[in-house]
């Protein structure tokens, strides 16, 4: 339908002339845009009179006026092609303003004829010019609501649906000899780059063959580049070395957007990346080699240890030709030893004598050594790994960084061999710290060519701390590496740098109009510019921010050196500022002021803070005067789950037992928040509040203990540590409502389940709302909290076997201390004596599980994690009165249950059968003897003497002289 215009701009009325007389529109298209290049007011003017709807109307009657020819898309004619370019380039022009802007060509929903054209036979000129004019809107996307952070979906919504997603494929098929198709196609993957952020998306593209092709162009570089190893069975062929492999790709054609696709596409799931490891194109290419040795050549010493014999070539590190071009590195001492030596390797736990020491792992099987000193288990490793690191080594700026990106994910996946990982400390970590250290021109975008940008719009050294971030997690040798090459001062300034421009202040523009003169135009849609908003230069700088956060989180888990290295940097006060959510306030002179950070940084400043509360020095000195008490415990109020959640995390390293703080976080009300949260729906946030709750009552005063015990329901923790997490129905939530549940009975594989009832959310948070229930995560680990919209209630076993450990281990502490007794007597009369006991055992004993027939009945022992923490609460309670302590013993059942756990695998579990045994006989004084021996003779009924015999030559030392003590204090009362 025509829009009519009675005023506004001359070349918008020629242009509606030019349409109402049915003649072409290009002149006019034209003139608008040499018109609106380079001033934004008159872009207020043309969109307030009209343009966009204009635009939208043009586009969609040439599209419905294309002929259909079957099943291929009809040929556009060059005219019209011209007016696509034309159109595509004034709405870039327009887009390129901020999101204001974009805003009005969302409500005429032009991106969905813009995508329409990139599903016709265009030239590559023209689709260059729409393909720009996407990646300007995916840049400055509004926010779907108001007040919110995370950008408008619509575009990408459309982008990959199936109708339209394929257009990537096509696009990227299309590169060919030409710089225009070459330049499509980096184009393309540029608006992927900018537009993927689900894992459906993700999906979706595999689905459709993107990521099949993608692998191909990568595949096409690789033999551009002459870095084709030959295959082994090529070797045999006459002339067949190049058989099957794919056309080289021009000089022109950049590898960087194909790195960083495919880095995109595979983060996080296992299966894309063995699609892409395993795709025919790269197998050409890149082919797997045989080991030159046969499994006959592998021989295994007396210790256990492995060797090589004959004439068998000893691989102490990965093998292939890309390997040769790497920098040799020397093998370790300990794992030569473990190969060449005629004696057993000192590290091995195989070769420890009989009685072990206390601080050996606590399984009593000997850890299986490989032939390099670590575990035998490992992957095939592709030959794609050593080539990125080729790459990685020989690039520089950009692609160097996408390749190590692409590197770290495959590894962050367990696709890499332990050993190649070994060998990123000194093959990938010092690049990545030199990338750190950049000059200062560098934060000036304005300095920057375009090729230093990647496709998503950071420059590729603001993109280096999450990817240091990723590589040096949970690593302390690549920690070590990354600190000593001045890292953390690298970070510190970079993240400092992030709050020096006040990018989120931001000015009305001017208007030609008054608003009475523009109101009635604003009636319609697509005439009135969006409100402010973050801008694109904001959204870069917040991600830098979030990724310094992030590295140095990384960097300081386990050194306190390193902790105070941050501190002196003096970022804390940015951090806390970095604790502040996002929001957005109206100022004076129409100004629109954006504050707080959105819920990346939050997390990730977060994960800062709790890294430093790890450190007694850091909490006695810099975070007492950062005070960080005080926008954490803001941060459980907020409307994000994931940001209560993060902010519980930090709460409990805040509530330890040796914090100085501890009594700022005792307040009542942060108390009642925690067990709010207990209540919760949401496994994580349930499990981190009783995690910090069980922080928070060690060593503390009986009044806040019994507050616990009441705010959280003498009645709810009866229900959760009584009930097997395998009985709980799937869809229901433990503990949201008072129920029972029975044990489930399975059979021949099969589950028979109750009626899945699901649990009323009893609770006032809007968050724990039953409409609020996510659909399941797939395999590949889909984020179920991708945005504050509410919290996922699903629940596996293991989550609630882990919620009930810990709820038990907060039993244990409130019976630790001077008010032990009181605190046993306030639980136990609430929850009963008896049944307290008898849930005890239940959580001991083995669970046997119904087969087809009575034959096919199979029993498994209780888990390990439950054992040891019922173990502590009973000896707890048998270092309590002399009450509990006789009723401990005299329970026949429960004692013969923990007779058994005396040959338990794990030394903790044997040591707690001891102290059991020490507790109910120790004598408090001369009062307690009779009462201690007749406990002592109650337990020698049960057969506690003999199994403590055998412990006394147990091959931990902590269980031997636990179980001398506790012989000697049963056999004085006995023989007295």
Request: proline share 7%; hydrophobic share 40%; glycine share 4%.
């Amino acid at each position: 339908m025509a829009t009519t215009l009675e005023a506004g701009p001359p070349a918008l009325r020629r242009l509606q002339e030019l349409r109402a007389a049915g003649e072409s529109p290009l002149l006019a298209l034209k003139t608008i845009k040499n018109d609106l290049t380079g001033h934004a007011s008159r872009k207020v003017e043309y969109i307030g009179a009209g343009l966009t709807l204009a635009l939208a109307e043009i586009l969609s009657d040439i599209l419905a006026g294309m002929p259909a020819t079957g099943s291929t898309s009809p040929e556009p004619k060059p005219e019209d092609e011209m007016v696509f370019t034309q159109i595509a380039q004034i709405t870039c022009v327009i887009a390129h303003e901020g999101p204001s802007f974009v805003q009005p060509l969302l409500e005429v929903d032009i991106t969905r004829g813009l995508i329409t054209c990139l599903l016709l036979p265009l030239t590559s000129r023209t689709c260059l010019a729409v393909l720009k004019c996407l990646i300007a809107i995916a840049e400055n996307l509004p926010p779907a609501e108001s007040q919110q952070w995370l950008p408008h979906r619509g575009p990408a919504e459309l982008l990959y649906s199936k109708k339209y997603i394929s257009c990537f494929g096509n696009i990227i098929d299309a590169a060919g000899d030409t710089m225009a198709s070459q330049q499509a196609c980096d184009a393309v993957l540029a608006l992927l780059c900018k537009t993927v952020t689900l894992e459906r998306q993700k999906r979706a593209l595999l689905e459709s063959g993107v990521l099949k092709t993608l692998s191909a162009r990568l595949a096409s570089f690789v033999v551009a580049e002459g870095l084709v190893p030959p295959s082994p069975v090529s070797l045999d062929l006459d002339n067949s070395t190049s058989a099957g492999l794919p056309n080289p790709a021009p000089s022109f054609a950049h590898m960087s957007p194909v790195l960083e696709a495919l880095s995109l596409l595979i983060e996080g799931s296992r299966h894309r990346a063995n699609v892409f490891l395993s795709d025919p194109a790269v197998k050409a290419v890149l082919p797997e080699l045989d080991d030159d040795f046969s499994p006959s050549d592998i021989r295994r010493a007396p210790w256990g240890a492995s060797y090589f014999s004959g004439a068998a070539i000893p691989r102490l590190c990965p093998h292939g030709p890309f390997d040769m071009l790497l920098p040799f590195l020397p093998v370790l001492d300990s794992a030569k030893s473990a190969i060449q030596s005629g004696f057993p390797p000192l590290s091995s736990v195989a070769s420890m004598p009989k009685r072990w020491a206390s601080f050996l792992p606590t399984s009593s099987e000997p850890i299986p050594l490989g032939l390099n000193g670590v575990s035998t288990e490992d992957v095939e490793e592709s030959s794609v790994i050593p080539l990125l690191l080729y790459v990685v080594r020989t690039s520089r700026g950009k692609r160097r960084l996408l390749a190590a990106k692409l590197l770290v994910d495959l590894c962050c996946l367990d696709l890499v061999k332990k050993e190649r990982r070994a060998s990123f400390a000194a093959l990938l970590v010092p690049l990545l710290t030199r990338m750190l250290v950049s000059d200062m021109a560098q934060a000036d975008k304005s300095t920057h060519l375009r090729g230093s940008y990647l496709c998503s719009g950071l420059h590729y050294t603001r993109a280096v701390p999450a990817v240091l971030a990723a590589l040096v997690m949970d690593d302390p040798r690549m920690q070590k590496v990354a600190v000593d090459g001045d890292a953390i001062t690298a970070l510190s300034a970079g993240f400092k740098t992030t709050f020096d421009d006040p990018a989120g202040r931001k000015p009305s523009l001017w208007q030609p109009y008054k608003a009475t003169q523009m109101g009635a135009q604003r009636k319609s849609p697509g005439t009135r510019l969006g409100p402010e908003c973050p801008s694109w230069t904001m959204r870069r700088e917040m991600k830098y921010r979030e990724g310094c956060l992030q590295a140095l989180a990384a960097i300081a888990p386990f050194e306190d050196d390193y902790r105070k290295e941050i501190c002196d940097q003096g970022v804390l006060t940015h951090v806390i500022l970095a604790l502040e959510p996002y929001r957005m306030t109206e100022g004076a002179n129409q100004q629109v002021e954006m504050t707080g950070n959105p819920v990346p940084v939050v997390l990730a400043a977060c994960a800062v803070v709790r890294v430093l509360t790890r450190s007694v020095k850091a909490l006695r000195t810099k975070l007492i005067e950062a005070d960080v008490t005080t926008p954490i415990i803001k941060l459980m109020s907020s409307a994000s789950p994931e940001l209560r959640i993060a902010a519980t995390k930090v709460l409990a390293n805040l509530a330890m037992d040796f914090s100085p703080v501890k009594e700022s976080v005792t307040d009542t009300a942060v108390v009642k928040k925690l067990c709010e949260q207990a209540h919760s729906a949401n496994a994580r946030l349930r499990l981190e509040s009783l995690w910090a709750l069980t922080q928070l009552v060690l060593n503390a005063n009986k009044k806040l203990k019994q507050d616990v015990v009441d705010e959280l329901g003498p009645s709810w923790i009866k229900l959760l540590i009584r009930t097997d997490p395998n009985d709980i129905p799937a869809g229901e939530v433990i503990g949201l409502v008072e129920r029972e549940y029975p044990p489930l009975t399975v059979s021949s594989g099969r589950s028979s389940r109750h009626n899945n009832i699901r649990d009323v959310v009893m609770s006032d948070d809007p968050d724990d709302a039953p409409d609020s229930v996510r659909a399941a995560p797939d395999n590949d680990g889909e984020a179920a909290l991708a945005s504050n919209d509410g919290f996922d209630t699903m629940h596996t076993t293991q989550d609630d076997l882990e919620i009930q450990a810990q709820l038990l281990d907060l039993i244990r502490n409130l019976f630790c201390g001077d008010d032990a007794s009181d605190l046993v007597k306030y639980v136990l009369d609430e929850m009963g004596q008896d049944d307290f006991f008898r849930i005890m055992l239940d959580r001991l004993r083995p669970r046997t599980m119904a087969g087809s027939t009575r034959k096919e009945n199979y029993t498994t022992a209780a888990p390990s994690t439950i054992v040891v923490k019922v173990l502590y609460i009973i000896s707890h309670v048998g270092a309590c009165e002399s009450r509990w302590r006789s009723a401990i013993a005299s329970h026949y059942a429960l004692m013969k249950q923990v007779l058994t756990f005396c040959s338990h695998s794990d030394r903790e579990i044997r040591a707690q059968c001891c102290w059991l045994a020490i507790n109910l006989t120790y004598e408090d004084d001369a009062s307690d003897r009779l009462a201690c021996k007749h406990r002592a003779v109650e337990l020698q009924k049960v057969g506690f003497v003999p199994q403590l015999r055998k412990l006394e030559s147990d091959p931990d030392l902590n269980v031997r002289e636990r179980a001398k003590s506790a012989i000697h204090l049963l056999s004085n009362l006995i023989e007295a």
